[in-house]
Every structure is written in structure tokens, then in C-alpha cells.
């Protein structure tokens, strides 16, 4: 299990991401905090509806260690149906703009798949990353508009749509179907002019359980593309319906499934409770270290 083959031992990996010339680096994994600025997002579905909880949200993030605040104001729960493009500006505008002014020197991620949103959104607030949970799929400008608007982008592996993702997907090998994705979208961005691509498997997305466990086991294998790899699990269905709770009751399975995350060459933990998720970098650190020693 997670075993580091000497295929993928000696890949370099690019460590580091460039938004608007601050560099974030990812020599040590790093958290992202989300605040969703939903009524409806499956974990903490409104939880910030006013400027001061998303501000004291983005606070905590911080604080407690996270390296970027992902803000997102559409939910892309199973089910979903999703929102008009001016519903989504009127609730992730705001919040976007209120985060860098009380922030300036926060690294911020707009959690959206409409260019027309990234645009306005970076237009107004100043440079962000992207973060698209359908890989580009759902808006066909998305790439060219990144390109140009010269932020980082997160391409995540979606099968199908929110609504009917977990309507039986099917995989011939899991592994490599989300390879040939990654392997066609990342030629595409390329030639849009977008330089710093992260991936992210997309955990929950068109996969069923025994799909997630399988990508968590073999997750090392993505390290062929040497790009920076995301993993989002927090307080996911993969670990609450295998566990018999709820969301509410996930956090320490999350903190295992991170950790294993960690361990398969997660760059960044995209997650709900951040301070948990320092802990296990800081602690698998130590392992790493102690081990070259």
C-alpha cells in the first residue's frame, strides 16, 4: 500500500506556485482552508452568510496554519443541481473582495467551473486561483480565460455531473482513466498559456466507495505528471458512510484518510478543519526527517 516505486522516486515534482509573482511553496505539503458561502453545502451549508463570519472564518484559517483560503459560493454536493451564474457573483464577489482587503497577503482560490465568474471575480478582487471541480468540462472557455487571466489553475477529475455523479459510475481502471484526463487537459492548458496546473483526482466525484479507496491506495501514481497534487476529503461520504456516522462525526477519519493522503505525495489538503490537518503534516514531517537522519 502507497508504495514509492523507483519509477516514480526519482520524478521531480514542481514545488512551488506562482500567483502574481508570490510564490507559494510546496517543498512541505500545505492546508487550504474552505469557507463555502452556501446555504446548502453538505458539511457547513450556512455557516457564513454575513461578512463578519467569513471574515472571522478566513481568520481562523490562517491562524490555525492553512496556506490558502478556498471560497466557494456553489454547492457540488451529489445531487445538486447548482445556481444561475448571477446568484453565484452575488455571493462569492463579496466575499472574495472582503477576504483580500482584510487580508492582502492571503493566497485566496475561487472555488468555481464559469469563466465568466473567475473573470469578473478576478477582474474586481485582484489575481486568485481557479479551482474547477468539473476539469474544464462544463465551460468551454475556461481554460483560454485562465491562460489569459495568467492565475494558477486546480484541474479536478469530475465523472459526469453533480446531479448524477454517483449514479453508478464505472471505471475500466480508475488509475488510468483520470491519467488520460489529466494527460489531454494539461496538454490543453499548456497550449492556453496556463503555467502552474495543480491536479486533483476529485475524491468523491463520480466514484464510488470502493473507487475513493482505491485512488487513495494508489494515489502515488499521479507523481508521473510532476505537477502539484491536490486531495479534498474532508469530512467526505467515503469516510462517514464507511464508518456508519455523519459528516458532523468525521473529523478524526478525515484525519486519517489525510494522513494517507500524505503519504501517497499530497501537496495540498484541501479541508474544513485546518488545525488537524497541520498537525498531521507536522507530524509526518518529523517521520520523514527522523528517517534521513
Not at 487580508?103 to 492571503?106: G, L, N, S
Not at 488509475?175 to 483520470?178: A, E, G, L, S
Given at each position: 500500500m502507497l508504495i514509492t516505486t523507483t519509477a516514480t522516486k526519482f520524478l521531480k515534482r514542481k514545488s512551488t506556485i506562482n500567483l502574481d509573482g508570490r510564490i507559494i511553496d510546496l517543498s512541505k505539503p500545505v492546508v487550504m482552508g474552505i469557507i463555502n458561502v452556501t446555504p446548502d453545502s453538505f458539511f457547513?451549508?450556512?455557516k457564513y452568510k454575513t461578512e463578519k463570519k467569513i471574515l472571522k472564518r478566513a481568520e481562523e484559517i490562517l491562524e490555525q496554519g492553512g496556506t490558502i483560503i478556498d471560497i466557494g459560493a456553489i454547492t457540488t454536493k451529489p445531487g445538486s443541481e447548482g445556481i444561475s451564474t448571477k446568484d453565484e457573483i452575488e455571493r462569492l464577489l463579496p466575499a472574495v473582495k472582503a477576504v483580500k482587503k482584510e487580508?492582502?497577503?492571503?493566497f485566496v482560490s475561487i472555488d468555481t467551473y464559469?469563466?465568466?465568474v473567475a473573470m469578473k471575480v478576478i477582474e474586481d478582487c485582484g489575481p486568485c486561483?481557479?479551482?474547477d471541480v468539473t476539469g474544464g468540462n462544463f465551460d468551454e472557455n475556461m481554460f483560454d480565460t485562465v491562460g489569459k487571466l495568467?492565475?494558477?489553475?486546480?484541474l479536478m477529475h469530475m465523472l459526469g455531473n453533480p446531479l448524477k455523479m454517483q449514479e453508478k459510475p464505472v471505471y475500466e481502471d480508475i488509475?488510468?482513466?483520470?491519467s488520460m484526463f489529466f494527460t489531454d487537459c494539461v496538454k490543453r492548458l499548456t497550449k492556453a498559456g496556463v503555467k502552474d496546473v495543480i491536479i486533483d483526482p476529485g475524491f468523491g466525484f463520480g466514484k464510488t466507495l470502493e473507487h475513493n479507496y482505491e485512488l487513495l491506495n494508489r494515489l502515488d501514481s499521479f507523481k508521473v505528471f510532476q505537477l502539484p497534487l491536490l486531495v479534498g476529503v474532508s469530512r467526505k461520504s467515503m469516510i462517514f458512510k464507511l464508518l456508519g456516522t455523519k459528516?458532523?462525526?468525521a473529523l478524526n477519519g478525515t484525519s486519517v484518510v489525510n494522513t494517507l493522503a500524505l503519504m501517497g505525495g499530497t501537496d495540498i489538503l484541501r479541508v474544513h478543519d485546518v488545525r488537524e490537518a497541520v498537525e498531521a503534516i507536522r507530524i509526518l514531517d518529523m517521520i520523514r526527517s527522523t528517517s534521513q537522519q
Open positions: 457547513d451549508g450556512g487580508f492582502p497577503k492571503a464559469r469563466s465568466w486561483i481557479v479551482n495568467g492565475v494558477p489553475y486546480i488509475i488510468r482513466d483520470i459528516p458532523e462525526e
